[in-house]
């Protein structure tokens, strides 16, 4: 399997980056059997049931078989070990010098993927019980509870492996800082049919309800209940995504902090033998990763053996088996409904929910443990290096970084968990709606929410989040709670009010009732119809996207630093126009060996909001009785209002580089990126 390889850039616009050349396939096949009984007895109506689900998922899927490679500046910089932002990213590829594998762009760079056609298996079963209860004429009681196993994934040829920290590597020593000392931490293999994470037996989910009848005209409803995310879902955990099953070939650029090139996109095992660029050559010639080329996943035998491939992988993404957390989200509401004179009616609502255990797509447990970082500089200083037996170049010369021993795990570069159950989020919310059914037809409804999401992390996938101006990424996964903060898709405030409208003119109408023949027919049956809404911005996030910080650059599973912000500033002051949405000036740089104070997602900025107008007029004509014609006239975005994509939030050091603060255009695509569009259409009916 090949695709092109693709290199990325830092453009502004993304102008030269790219995700790579796709390749997927799919076949997936569902049996499911849900047997269920209904029994009335008295005030109880009984519900009993089962589900019983086998999901098969032949899937295979990359990005990057022939490899992403990333040009950053670094090799023209002045200062490479540092990026102090000297040096040129296009100049960096003609040069033919990439970046260490990372993730640059919005996936990961400095590699090349290629993935297995893998044959999972989910084997699910459920049985619930439900009671609702008509306790009296007034009071209504539902009572249910849910018992789930969900079968975790297995692969028809035991293709999966795990993380297992209590294991002894087996192939790298050295890690306490001495020759032979034991490293600890390892992959294992499944054993024959067995599972990547175990099964959760304890997946019990009540059901609670109740409805009461206060008086012929008000209702007051609440309920509660426990959901468990089905493991589908966390799509990291897919025998596809495993280690053994998505070959991955790192390239490895330097293994000096861009001092010396280590690889080139022509050659690799490089040298620099003078001080000069005709001083430089590689012993080995044969392309960007090698003599080996690119590694094809070897499944249930990796070569020598499981410890040195995931070894030779260097930043290995493994399923949790040993420590698993299982997502459920509880659900709570109240709810006060009471029919008004009239013809309206009033729906007044608190709805809130909360998050345990929310998977992550891959959640990096090898980053370097905060209490060192006070080292600063003393982190890259080159001591001998005690690691044997690693096949990684950055990881087995003669000497290696300090900081390096001081991570959990000294013999990988990253160790990531998939579909760890490492977050968590709170929401709630007043939902208001007001409906009015009109005597002559027709219906207005108002709806309004008021809400606050809170979380520490947003989606499995934030690489598709464009439309919310992507996600607030975690700076440091050592301390998830500092990275609660709104969500990136909160949505604090919305208002809607939708109306369909029959004119009250014509025969029979309350204006020009008397009207008959030709006159009746031109002034009778128009109405109108339409929508409006409006809807505060999604919260803003603030990214730091001047030259990588020292620890960045420093390789030690930190990255995504956030700016700091200036105590005291207003960040709303001066702002509110497209050519300065906030004040600018309220953000500086992060410090070199440490985390900047701005939040994951800022919780005093947002981008522009929605304020949209779709209206309709249309004539209903009566031509007999059988035969009728409607004519309609339709308007989206009626007033024009432009949809502003969300300001410039990169901020590189200066309070107006990059265009920090500024929006530049519009939404390009989608159908919130429509300008006023007017359409005909016409109907016959018979």
């Known amino acids: 399997m090949r695709t092109p390889p693709t290199p990325a850039f830092p453009f502004p616009n993304d102008v030269g980056k790219s995700q790579g050349n796709s390749a997927i396939g799919d076949h997936n096949t569902q049996y499911n059997i849900s047997p269920a009984l209904t029994m009335i007895r008295g005030k109880h109506t ?5 589900q019983f689900e086998i999901g098969l998922d032949n899937y295979f899927q990359t990005n990057i078989a022939s490899g992403a490679f990333a040009f950053a500046g670094n090799w023209t910089s002045s200062s490479p070990s540092a990026a102090d932002g000297s040096g040129f990213a296009f100049a960096d590829f003609l040069l033919g010098l990439a970046q260490n594998q990372g993730s640059f762009v919005n996936q990961t760079e400095g590699v090349a993927q290629v993935p297995a056609q ?27 509870l849910r018992y789930e196993l969900q079968g975790t994934w297995s692969e028809r040829f035991n293709r999966l492996t795990f993380w297992n920290p209590a294991l002894t590597n ?16 390892d992959a294992s293999l499944v054993s024959s049919g067995g599972n990547n994470i175990p099964m959760d037996k304890k997946a019990f989910s009540p059901r609670l ?17 426990i959901f468990f995310i089905p493991n589908y879902v966390s799509f990291g955990l897919n025998p596809d995504n495993d280690v053994v099953n998505l070959a991955t070939t790192g390239f490895n650029a330097t293994t000096d902090s861009y001092l010396t090139p280590f690889s080139t996109l022509n050659g690799t095992n490089c040298t620099l033998a003078g ?11 044969s392309g960007p990763f090698g003599a080996q080329g690119i590694l094809l996943p070897p499944g249930r035998n990796p070569q020598p053996n499981l410890s040195a491939f995931v070894a030779a992988n260097g930043s290995p993404t493994l399923a949790p088996h040993a420590d698993p957390k299982y997502g459920y989200v509880e659900q709570y509401n109240f709810d006060i409904q009471r029919q008004l004179p009239a013809g309206f009616f009033a729906d007044v609502a608190y709805a809130g929910s909360h998050g345990v255990h929310l998977q992550q797509y891959s959640t990096h447990i090898n980053q370097i443990p905060d209490s060192f970082l006070s080292q600063a500089a003393g982190l890259i200083a080159q001591v001998p290096n005690p690691l044997a037996g690693s096949p990684k170049p950055n990881l087995n010369g003669p000497t290696i970084a300090a900081g390096q021993l001081d991570r959990r795990y000294p013999q990988y570069n990253d160790v990531n968990l998939a579909g760890f159950g490492c977050c968590s989020s709170t929401y709630n919310s007043l939902q208001a709606t007001v409906t009015r059914r009109f005597a002559g037809g027709g219906t207005m409804l108002v709806a309004y929410t008021n809400a606050k999401l809170l979380s520490n992390t947003d989606t499995l996938t934030s690489w ?4 919310t101006g992507s996600v607030g990424q975690v700076q440091d996964w050592n301390n998830l709670k500092g990275e609660k903060s709104l969500s990136s898709q909160d949505v604090s405030q919305r208002l809607v009010i939708s109306y369909v409208l029959d004119l009250p003119f014509g025969h029979g109408k309350r204006f020009a009732a008397g009207l008959t023949g030709v006159a009746n027919k031109v002034v009778s049956g128009w109405g109108i119809d339409g929508e409006t809404a409006f809807q505060r911005g999604f919260p803003l996030k603030i990214t730091w996207a001047g030259t990588a910080t020292p620890l960045e650059a420093a390789n030690l599973g930190v990255s995504n630093v956030r700016p700091n912000v200036v105590s005291g500033c207003s960040k709303s002051a001066g702002g509110g126009h497209v050519g300065q949405w906030f004040n600018t000036s309220c953000f500086a740089a992060p410090p070199d060996w440490g985390f900047g104070t701005e939040s994951r997602v800022d919780s005093t900025l947002r981008a522009p909001g929605t304020n949209n107008w779709d209206f309709a007029v249309f004539k209903r004509t009566s031509i007999t009785e059988r035969v009728g014609f409607e004519f309609r006239t339709e308007f989206f975005n009626l007033f024009n209002h432009p949809p502003f994509l969300p300001p410039a939030t990169g901020f590189n050091g200066t309070a107006s580089g990059n265009g920090f603060g500024q929006i530049t255009g519009t939404v390009p695509f989608g159908a919130a990126a429509q300008e006023r569009l007017i359409q005909f259409a016409a109907k016959l009916v018979f």
């Open 46 to 50: 009984l519900q009993a049931g089962a």
């Open 118 to 144: 893998t044959a999972g298996r989910q084997v699910y079963r459920a049985f619930y019980l439900d009671d609702t209860f008509r306790v009296t004429n007034k009071l209504t009681l539902n009572l249910g």
């Open 170 to 185: 087996a192939t790298v020593t050295g890690c306490s800082g001495t020759a032979g000392s034991a490293c600890p931490g």
């Open 209 to 225: 309800g109740f409805a009461y009848a206060l008086d012929q005209k008000t209702v007051i409803r609440g309920g509660y209940g």
């Open 275 to 285: 001080t000069t660029f005709a001083s430089f050559s590689c012993a080995d010639t």
């Open 464 to 467: 598709l989040e464009s439309t």
